[in-house]
């Protein structure tokens, strides 16, 4: 058996992978040694850093080696296996950069399996809530962990819990958001799919806090996995008797439900996610009345998102204080995001608040799949705006990116490098919304519809001088007058592009020109011909015969005739497509 | 089922706790699902069933690295414990003849977690 491993692997940028290079020679060394049967060396994937050269990591005592040169190989295993210690200003140390509170779960239990979580300390909370605590006390605990709302907004949810609890009521709800509708955002889905029991527990101490005797999921019906895990698990708590009549034994009783929704991304707002309940067309109402006051069949509830309460087991399993440990001043805790796009890692992560995009973007998520350069990341989804290269070093947490000119939102986290265009950008998240506004306040309905044209024209070769204008002043009156969130929060996309990229408007506008080469119509494709091999098989792709010649003339695109399907570009071996 | 009470719950919690050494657990959420977790699920439990190896094969959910799903995690005592990625009916098998077998980790398609 062996007693130690060696992990190795080149995440240079250097233009050869030498992975297989070290690997050979570390064997080579230990064969030299007669060592092979003790120590084993394995290449891997992904060693979790980027860029850093050969990295090599030390099991079992997980010692940490970047950039390591030929000539320190021979130096390495001499220290590591035969004298049983690190190697002398080689060896690094690495603070992980995600700490997991939400996820703690995720990956580690068989979500399907109640026994598994209770092994992992779940219910404990809500037994020391239900047994040690009362109402208030809940509250004031909430309160000390500076535990913010998820969703969005970020609301303290000790005060949304307060205000539902002050209002006396013959009955009272709580709900939990799980309509997640972001483009690019998936994080409640998999804590859903991944951990239901944090969630239903963190659902069941919101009611006992605020004094609810039912609840509801309102999951969107687009995530059947999620909805049959979540059955499944409350089921489960049911035959536990950690659901229904006197819980745990005592005199607390509660009984939760699930409700489905059909994928409107209005629906996720919380006035309409009420009123899709209540049976009735989706749309939302004004507020006040909050729906702590006058919320589900005009009782009082308390709304909130999937992590949000995902995050509630924890704190009272841990002390508020440890909770509060994480995070910047006015942001506690952690938060999931999404990490998508250009992004080389695509996945989920949980980082705590303060971190900086930068080290989201570069150290966890690996830079870009491209090599390029981070033109700017997205966040907050449609409410929320581009945050452009220069502030990479910005620590996240909602204040800081409210500053930038986009929000926390729920956690889609898109990362655009220097291919894409930043009026496409705009066009995308506006014409979402456009399509998911639900008509009921002309701000919404009209502006983001105008909007929309003027960006089109704009993308087209055919905006004219005073349209940022024009967009600027639609803007303003949707965030002054639209009922909602949605329509108050659609047009942050296009002021924060016009904000960081007024040139990349300006090039389209003036000179019909989009620099990152996206948008189609100001694009023009030719032949380089001093590249051109005439190999003909552009000739031959062609699907409107847009390309005339032959092989030995030479061949040329007649722009008449051209769709601008880039068919020719994807194609040509040689790139001697230029798309101008 | 017994209704519990914070006694049983406590007792409930003490006896779940994970008592298999020897454990494969395979990604089951959307996002390892639609990469192939089911076959690679399958196919775990099926050629460790042909082996009679004494190992677990259990389904948990999303570690995160959506990237690099489906997600295999290995834990076989005399091996350090691991996260495989991109794994495919193939690599299952060379993962239990290799790693659970002969306590050698796998070539190629460990993904190191921070945490
Ligand atoms: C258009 C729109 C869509 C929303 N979608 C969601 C959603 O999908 N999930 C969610 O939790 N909150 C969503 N919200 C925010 C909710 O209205 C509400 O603030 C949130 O559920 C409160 O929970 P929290 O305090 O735990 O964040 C949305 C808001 C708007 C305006």
Redesign the pocket.
């Known amino acids: 058996m062996y007693t130690r491993t060696i992990l190795v692997k080149d995440t240079g940028s250097g233009t050869e992978d030498k992975t297989r290079e070290v690997y050979t020679k570390l064997l080579d060394l230990l064969r030299t040694d007669k060592l092979e049967d003790q120590v084993q060396v394995v290449r891997v994937a992904d060693i979790g850093f980027y860029n850093k050269g050969v990295v090599i990591k030390v099991l079992p005592e997980n010692t940490l080696y970047v950039d390591v040169k030929e000539g320190d190989l021979a130096r390495l295993v001499q220290a590591t296996v035969k004298e049983d210690k690190p190697v002398e200003g080689l060896a690094q140390k690495k603070e992980p950069k995600q700490i997991r509170i939400v996820l703690r779960n995720c990956g580690r239990i068989n979500p399907e399996s109640i026994e598994e979580y209770i092994g992992q300390d779940g219910y404990r909370a809500l037994t020391k809530v239900l047994l040690e605590l009362n109402p208030e006390k809940v509250i004031e605990e909430m309160k000390k962990s500076g535990l913010?709302?998820?969703?969005?907004?970020?609301?303290p949810?000790w005060m949304?819990w307060k205000f539902t609890r002050q209002v006396a009521a013959d009955q009272k709800f709580v709900?939990c958001?799980?309509?997640?509708?972001?483009p690019g955002?998936y994080m409640?889905r998999s804590v859903l799919e991944s951990d239901p029991h944090s969630v239903i527990e963190g659902l069941i101490i919101a009611a006992y806090a605020i004094g609810a005797s039912k609840g509801y999921f309102y999951i969107?019906a687009e995530y059947p996995l999620a909805v049959e895990r979540i059955k499944k698990a409350l089921a489960q708590a049911y035959e536990y008797g950690l659901l229904g009549k006197s819980i745990l034994g005592t005199d607390f009783s509660f009984d939760i439900d699930i409700r489905l929704g059909a994928g409107a991304?209005?629906?996720?707002?919380?006035?309409?996610?009420i009123a899709s309940i209540e049976g009735k067309r989706g749309t939302?109402r004004p507020r006040p009345p909050y729906p702590s006051v006058k919320g589900l069949w005009d009782k009082p509830t308390a709304?909130?998102?999937?992590?949000?309460?995902a995050n509630v087991p924890y704190i009272f399993l841990k002390g508020a204080d440890a909770f509060a440990r994480v995070g910047t001043q006015t942001s506690k805790g952690t938060k999931v995001f999404a990490l998508t796009g250009k992004v080389r890692n695509s996945g989920l992560v949980e980082v705590p608040m303060g971190i900086t995009l930068r080290e989201i973007v570069y150290d966890i998520g690996g830079g870009t799949v491209s090599g390029k350069n981070v033109k700017a990341v997205q966040t907050g989804g449609?409410?929320g705006g581009v945050i452009p290269r220069e502030f990479l070093d910005t620590p996240v947490d909602y204040e800081n990116l409210q500053k930038l000119g986009s929000i926390m939102g729920?956690g889609g986290m898109i990362v655009m490098d220097e291919d894409d265009c930043m009026v496409d950008i705009a066009k995308f998240y506006l014409g979402f919304c456009v399509d998911?506004s639900c008509g009921k306040c002309a701000p919404c309905r009209i502006g983001g519809f105008q909007m929309l044209g003027v960006l089109a024209r704009i993308a087209e070769g055919k905006g004219k001088a005073d349209d940022p204008a024009i967009l600027k002043r639609i803007s303003f009156a949707m965030q002054k007058a639209s009922l909602?969130?949605?329509g108050?929060?659609s047009p942050n996309p296009v002021l924060s592009t016009l904000k960081y990229f007024t040139s990349e408007y300006k090039e389209h506008i003036e000179n019909k020109k989009c620099p990152a080469g996206k948008c189609v119509d100001l694009l023009n494709y030719s032949i380089i011909q001093e590249k051109c091999k005439r190999c003909s098989v552009c000739f031959t792709n062609c699907p409107v015969k847009a390309i005339e010649g032959n092989r030995e003339e030479g061949y040329k695109i007649l722009l008449d005739k051209c769709v601008k399907c880039e068919r020719c570009f994807e194609v040509c071996k040689f790139k001697a497509i230029a798309r101008k | 089922m017994e209704k519990l009470t914070p006694e049983k719950l406590e007792r409930l919690s003490r006896t779940s706790k994970h008592k298999a050494k020897n454990w494969i657990r395979v990604g089951m959420s959307t996002c390892g699902i639609a990469a192939g977790a089911g076959e690679v699920y399958a196919a775990f439990v099926e050629e460790a069933r042909k082996r009679n190896l004494q190992v677990e094969v259990q389904k948990c959910g999303c570690l995160g690295m959506c990237y690099a799903e489906p997600l295999v995690e290995v834990n076989v005592e005399g091996a350090p414990q691991v996260v495989y990625g991109k794994v495919t009916k193939e690599i299952a098998v060379k993962i239990l003849e290799k790693h659970v077998v002969s306590k050698m980790l796998v070539n190629d398609y460990i993904f190191t977690m921070e945490t």
Not at chain 1, 148 to 155: D, E, I, L, Q, S
Not at chain 1, 265 to 273: K, R
């Open positions: 913010r709302g998820r969703g969005g907004a970020g609301y949810t949304k709900i958001n799980a309509d997640e509708g972001d955002a409640d969107r991304f209005v629906c996720g707002e919380e006035t309409a996610l939302p709304i909130n998102n999937v992590e949000t309460l449609p409410s729920s998911e909602c969130g949605l108050q929060g």
